[in-house]
Every structure is written in C-alpha cells, then in structure tokens.
C-alpha cells in the first residue's frame, strides 16, 4: 500500500491560540483511519488544515505525493480531496438537486454530473424523494446524506469525515455507517473524525488519538478499542 | 387620468433604472455582506462613457441610419464593458484585501472609493451637468389614454430584458449557481471546488455591467450625465434594494419599480421637494417594521 496523505508536523494556530502543536500521521490509500479525541482537542483543526481551509502555521501536508500546504481549498478539493465538513454545511437555500450538482462544479461534463447524481440517489434513496426540495427543509440524517453525497459526486480518493453521527437517531447513524462503509469498499480512503468512537473503531483500521492539539496516541483500531485508557476516555468505559 | 398615466409611465421608467442599480447593490450584499456605496458611481462613469462615445460618433457624422442603431448599440456596450471592469478593478483593489478584516473596515473604505470617484468624474468631466447627445429618436405614441415616447418604451424594456437574462443566468447557468453558493456559505463552495476570489470577482463584474446598463438609460432618460448623478440615484437605489429584501434579486426589481412609482407620484401629488422625504421615509419604515424586507427571508435557514 502507499501513502495517500502524509501529515508532517502539523502547526496550526487561531489568533494567538496554538491550536495543533506538531502533528504527524499518515493514511494509506484504501484505508479507514479514525480521528478521536475529546471536543477541542484539534480533530476539525486537523481536517480543516489538510482541505486549505485554515492557514499551516508550519508543517508540511502531502496529497499523492504532493504538498498542498499552500494551495486554496478549491485547489485542493479538485486534485480529490473531499470534506464532509462538521455541521454538514449543505447549501440550505437550494435544492437537494442543486447541491448535488455543485458537488460536480469541477467536473466539465453534464452528462458526467448527471450519471453521479443518479449514482448517489440510488446509495441514497431519500434524497431521490426529496430532489426538488430546498436542502433546508430536510432532516439532519436527510442533511448529513446530502453532504455525504455532495462530497461523493467528485469522487474523491479521499474523503474527511466530520461527525457525521452528530445529533442523529441512532438508526440514523447506522444506516450512514453503512454507507461509509460500502463506499470504503469501492475505493475510497476515508479519515473519520467522531465522536462515537465505539461506531469509528468498529468500522476504522486505524485510528489516532488527539489531546491538546497533539497526537496522544497511534495504533489499530482494535487495539483502541481494547486500551483500557482509551475505552475509559473515549468508550464510555465498561 | 391622463397626468395619472404619465406619472405612471414615468415611475415606471425612474424605476427601471433604480431597479438595475438595486441589483448591483443586492448581487455584491448577497455574496460579500458588503454595501459598496461606490455602486452608484460606477453609474455615473457607465454614463459618461456612452455620452462619450455617442459624441465621439456624432463628431464623426455615422450617426444615421443603420449607423445610428449600431452607434447606440456601441455605446451601450461600451458603458457595460467599462463599468463592469471598473467595478472588479474596485474589488480587486479596494475590497479583496479586506476580505478578513472586521466588517467595518470594507464599508468605510467603499464610502472612500465612492468620494475618490466622484472626484475623479468631477475632475474628467467638470462639476456642471453635460449634455447627452439627443440622437435617439423620441416620437410620442398614444395608447388609449397613456401618451409615452419610444425612449421610454426602449427604456423600460432594456431594463427588464436584462433582468430577465440575470435571472436566468444566476438560477440555471454553472457561474449563477456557484454565485449562489458562495453567497450562502463560503467554505462550503470552496469544498465543492468553486474558487471563490473568482466568483466575488464575476459577481462585481456583473454588478458592474448592470450599472452599466443603468448608466446608459439613465443618461438616455434623463437627458444629461453628472458626476454626482451616482449618490442620489445609488442612495435610492441602495432603499429600493433594502425595501424589496437586499440580497434578493428579485426583491431588488421589485424594490426598484415602487421606488420609481414613489419618486415619481410623490412629485406630482405633494411636490419634488417632498419626494426624498417619502423616498427615505419608506427606507426608515422598512427598516423598523421589516428589516428584511418584502421579499426578503426573515429568518436565514441555518442549521
């Protein structure tokens, strides 16, 4: 396997507030790597450094191969990066139709666009009922599908989860896990930033650990799962 | 009735022109929350621009015949091309690196630029009102009661040609779309691949054509062309723009007509002198009891 994305001493700051102080990790293409770790510890941080979305105060971010430390957000969403941002941030005021189309704005070709969206309605069959609806008017399960499959319509080879569970029904919640996961199996690598770490380290191979703006801890995912600190912090313990 | 009449037609014309300049207002609020009090005087210079090039022609004598509609047609887009570049040339300087800077700091430089304008049209073209060349024929029809020249008539159809056109264009076309999502959450749009710097300046270019639309029937309708033309007609412009819903397009035409309609029969029935009262008077009421406006939403959907 090779590594897709490498993180090198990643350095992130917020006015004067050190928000990631020297972060490394790494995934390789195929992989699901989950991102754990208490609210502020830099997950989102970490996401929305690597999509160009927040200035790198210092580190180094390689895509394929590449830095794409300075590129603009647009950029590095066409060489294929996708972000599933925390909050789902679909575009509320347009249709479900039209969100999914703006998840193609990269893609020249009409037709092209029109097969993914189909593509995406059919993983997605809720969304076909609501195409004509403004995204605003949807559930928040409804929401997260759109912009899961918003992100999809470009194909990412990569694609950054932000809570995709947050605030759902926990039916809700399985029937997106699903997906994800039948989405990993066609390919995509997949970074997954949750809070229900139990869901992420189930579906996860690996999976870091962030306190304080740092990684605290690197290891497979079963091994998380089964490190009595980790289950005591982020598991609920048992 | 038959003043009635006229003062509708001439609302109706105030209003096609105020409506174009609302849009550039609404467009740029939509997509930067940014009141670029300079929009009127992209006007003004979209004006002198096709009073230029019309006495340039006329100097010339090509003025007649088949010469006389291309001449116009050359002047319009002459008045579009500048004013839309002058319009992204603002942004680019003016705006662009502001872009993070607290809110304040844009609004008070685009009251800047706007005075830096004013000053520069005033020092190009003199501080007296100029002329617009009177080329286009003006016959009188009479329809039934309602006696309207031809300007008028090319006036108000040039203005809703082309608000029909934007309205197309930001509901169907890739560009319009994209403008819209920027408009509504701009890290979203540049997660989707849109690049943003480059929409913001698409959207001043086209805020800017409009203008540029507007200063080439203004000076057709109102006969002269001055360089402070731009913060009456902008200031009214700017409350059609906020009475209709400012970032709403169609809000903006709306907003636009009845504020003509206003101008124009606050004139006639309580005297010019009143009519800026009833103008920002509405302006003030819209603001106290619908801040939203008429079309506008009045809760943002946010979730």
């Given at each position: 396997m090779s590594v897709l994305l490498d993180v090198r001493a990643l350095e992130v700051r917020y006015g004067g507030i050190v928000a990631l102080r020297g972060i490394d990790l790494h995934v390789e293409e195929g992989e699901i790597v989950a991102l754990l770790g208490a609210?502020?510890?830099?997950k989102t941080t970490t996401l929305r450094a690597i999509s160009g979305l927040l200035p790198v105060r210092a580190g180094e971010i390689s895509f394929a191969g590449a830095s794409v430390r300075r590129r603009s957000p647009d950029a590095i969403a066409r060489l294929g990066i996708g972000h599933v941002p925390e909050g789902r941030r679909v575009f509320t005021r347009m249709t479900v139709r039209e969100n999914l189309e703006l998840g193609g704005?990269?893609?020249?070709?009409h037709r092209k666009v029109a097969d993914r969206i189909d593509e995406v309605l059919a993983i997605f069959p809720r969304l076909h009922e609501r195409i004509a609806q403004r995204a605003g008017t949807l559930s928040g399960g409804e929401q997260q599908m759109l912009a899961i499959g918003r992100a999809l319509i470009a194909r990412p080879r990569l694609l950054l989860l932000d809570e995709?569970?947050?605030?759902?029904a926990p039916l809700v919640v399985a029937q997106i896990f699903e997906v994800l996961r039948d989405i990993h199996k066609r390919g995509t690598t997949v970074v997954l930033v949750e809070q229900n770490a139990r869901a992420a380290l189930a579906l996860a191979d690996r999976g870091y650990v962030l306190r304080n703006g740092e990684i605290a801890r690197a290891d497979t995912a079963d091994a998380l799962a089964r490190d009595p600190a980790v289950v005591a912090a982020y598991l609920g313990g048992e | 009735m038959h003043e009635f009449l006229a003062q509708l037609a001439n609302g109706v014309e105030l209003g096609a022109i105020y409506a174009l300049i609302a849009l550039g207002y609404t467009l740029v609020y939509g997509i930067?929350?940014?009141?670029?009090?300079?929009h009127g005087d992209v006007y003004t210079f979209g004006s002198f621009v096709a009073l230029g090039v019309l006495v340039g022609l006329r100097a010339a004598g090509?003025?007649?015949?088949?010469g006389l509609i291309l001449g116009i047609a050359a002047a319009l887009i002459a008045a579009i091309i500048a004013s839309a570049l002058l319009n992204a040339a603002i942004e680019r300087l003016a705006y662009r690196p502001l872009r993070?800077?607290?809110?304040?700091a844009p609004l008070i430089t685009a009251i800047g630029v706007s005075f830096m304008l004013e000053n520069l049209i005033e020092l190009w073209q003199g501080s007296a009102p100029v002329p617009f060349p009177n080329v286009i024929p003006n016959p009188q029809l009479q329809i039934g009661a309602l006696e309207v020249g031809v300007q008028q008539i090319v006036v108000v159809a040039l203005a809703i040609v082309t608000m029909v056109a934007l309205h197309f264009f930001v509901q169907r076309s890739r560009l319009g779309k994209a403008m819209r999502a920027v408009a509504q959450d701009r890290d979203a749009a540049s997660l989707v691949g849109i690049d943003v710097n480059r929409t913001i300046a698409i959207t001043f270019l086209i805020a800017g054509a409009l203008a540029g639309v507007a200063g080439f029937v203004g000076g057709v309708s109102f006969g002269s062309a001055w360089f402070l033309n731009g913060f009456g007609a902008g200031l009214r412009a700017f409350t059609a723009a906020v009475l209709g819903g400012i970032g709403n397009i169609a809000g903006a035409m709306l907003g636009g007509f009845l504020i003509g309609l206003l101008e124009s029969f606050s004139t006639w029935l309580i005297g010019g002198q009143w009519s800026n009262v009833a103008v920002f008077s509405v302006l003030i009421l819209v603001l106290v009891f619908r801040p939203s406006g008429l079309l506008g939403e009045s809760l943002p959907e946010k979730v």
């Open positions: 609210n502020g510890a830099g704005y990269a893609i020249a070709s995709p569970s947050l605030g759902l | 930067l929350e940014l009141i670029n009090f300079a090509v003025l007649h015949g088949a993070k800077a607290p809110r304040l």
